[in-house]
């Protein structure tokens, strides 16, 4: 009974190890499978790293070769050019050396005897090896320095005339590669310069490193490459000129045949220049607003005021020279108008001198005393050509435009005086109007309009006297109308 407990007690324990070392096992053939898919990843890490690595060792390997090349280029153009030099300069001693020789050979000339000494009285120097020595080594020295100076001024030049030259190319493909697309009609053209263009784009291309070699054959590219260009440019101005007279044709037949294409391209480009002045503008504003807000120097600030002072000091100059002319013009101006018053003032003095004598002869015409000086008067001449000739003999004769009075308002025009009744003179002095009957006035009016018109200057006693003789008066003022008329 014990042995079977104790079998069975072994027969468990050995279950229990055997699972027990069964999961040990699972365990760790998992963390080995584990271990194996990291190793993996790893390994294709690693091969991937080693090939990025065999790339760049390639590219590497790749631009040795090429700076290889370049240098090897380089030095054989190096050795080129210095053995063209070698034989420029042994052509340069040749001839140098022939021209000495040249002029060693002494022409025939005629020997002078008993050579004249110096000017100054002191004997010519000895014949030695010192004053016979030729300074040819001197010579060549400047002659080489002279070669290498114009040499580098050579060198220069040609490298600022490369530099214009990719600058022109530069600049004209900039023109031909932003022109617009040519009209239908046009096909044929266009492939042919589509195809030269390509031709350019190749030798530019090429011609981009040869240049900086320095060699012939990058100096013919470049020719070569100018020249397709400038015909490029050629054929375009030549089509855009035909273009341009095709437009026009067409726009004096049909003005409505623009097509819708070409302005919407028009206003994009506009739009677009309208964006780029815009921002321009807006930089130039950056520019300024910085400029104005960083602390300047002493020296930029005396460069500013000078140069605000110089524009206002043009523009005063400006103001000064337009002050100048007005008031060059107002002074003569001023210079008239002083002539001119003046002159007035003399007429107006005459004037009333005149107008003092024949108020002074009409008032001894209108006196009471008229019947009695009325024969004189009719064979000899009127009172009022009496009055026009003395005022003749004591000033110029002047017509009377308009006749000024002391009063406010103005007195009546003045015709010329030729009349010799009293009746014309009324109506000369617009007293009586030229189409009013021939009733005469009474006294009173008459006295009224009379020192209406003399302002007040005629006594009263004179005025009582006219009333005294209305009767005789109003008949010889009949008499004379109707003699008048």
């Not at 100076?149 to 530099?163: G, I, V």
């Not at 103001?319 to 107002?330: S, V």
Request: aromatic share 4%; net charge positive; with cysteine.
């Amino acid at each position: 009974m014990y042995g079977v407990i104790c079998f069975k007690r072994q027969g468990k324990t050995r279950q229990l190890s055997s699972a027990w070392r069964r999961r040990i096992a699972q365990e760790q053939l998992e963390l080995s499978k584990r271990e194996n898919t990291g190793l993996l990843e790893r390994e294709r890490q690693l091969q991937l790293k080693v090939k990025s690595l065999q790339n760049c060792l390639k590219n590497e390997k790749e631009e040795v070769q090429k700076l290889q090349n370049i240098i090897a280029s380089r030095a054989s153009q190096y050795n080129h050019e210095m053995k063209r030099k070698e034989r420029e300069f042994h052509k340069l001693k040749e001839r140098l050396n022939q021209l000495l020789v040249d002029k060693k050979e002494k022409k025939q000339a005629i020997d002078v005897l008993n050579n004249i000494g110096r000017a100054d009285g002191k004997r010519s120097l000895w014949k030695t090896e010192k004053t016979e020595a030729k300074h040819e080594g001197e010579m060549y020295k400047a002659l080489l320095s002279d070669y290498d100076n114009r040499q580098r001024e050579l060198m220069l030049e040609n490298a600022e005339l490369r530099k214009v030259l990719q600058q022109m190319k530069k600049d004209i493909v900039s023109i031909l590669s932003t022109r617009k697309t040519p009209l239908k009609g046009d096909k044929h053209e266009h492939g042919v310069i589509q195809a030269d263009s390509e031709e350019e784009e190749e030798v530019f291309d090429s011609s981009k490193e040869s240049v900086e070699l320095f060699c012939v054959h990058a100096r013919e590219k470049l020719t070569n490459s100018i020249r397709l260009q400038w015909r490029r440019l050629k054929s375009h101005v030549e089509t855009l000129d035909s273009q341009a007279s095709l437009a026009q044709m067409g726009e004096s037949k049909n003005t409505d045949a623009v097509s819708q294409e070409t302005h919407e391209e028009e206003m994009d480009r506009l739009k677009l220049e309208i964006q780029q002045c815009k921002d321009f503008i807006q930089t130039q504003q950056l520019l300024l607003q910085q400029q104005l807000s960083s602390p300047c120097d002493e020296e930029t600030a005396s460069l500013l005021n000078d140069c605000f002072m110089l524009q206002e000091k043009d523009r005063l100059k400006e103001e000064w020279k337009t002050l100048e002319e007005q008031r060059k013009n107002f002074e003569r101006e001023r210079r008239n108008f002083t002539e001119a018053a003046i002159r007035l003032s003399h007429e107006r003095k005459a004037f009333e001198e005149d107008r003092a004598v024949w108020l002074k002869h009409q008032f001894l015409n209108l006196s009471p005393f008229a019947d009695s000086k009325k024969p004189k008067m009719s064979k000899s001449k009127s009172a009022f050509q009496i009055s026009a000739s003395e005022q003749s003999t004591v000033s110029a004769p002047e017509k009377l435009v308009k006749c000024p009075s002391d009063t406010s308002s103005p007195l009546p025009r003045c015709a010329p005086l030729t009349s010799s009744s009293t009746a014309d003179l009324y109506r000369t002095l617009c007293l009586i109007p030229e189409n009013c009957s021939t009733k005469p006035k009474t006294e009173t009016e008459r006295v009224e309009e009379i020192s209406i018109f003399c302002n007040g200057n005629v006594p009263v006693q004179q005025h009582e006297q006219w009333r005294d003789s209305e009767d005789h008066s109003s008949h010889t003022l009949t008499r004379e109308k109707k003699v008048s008329i």
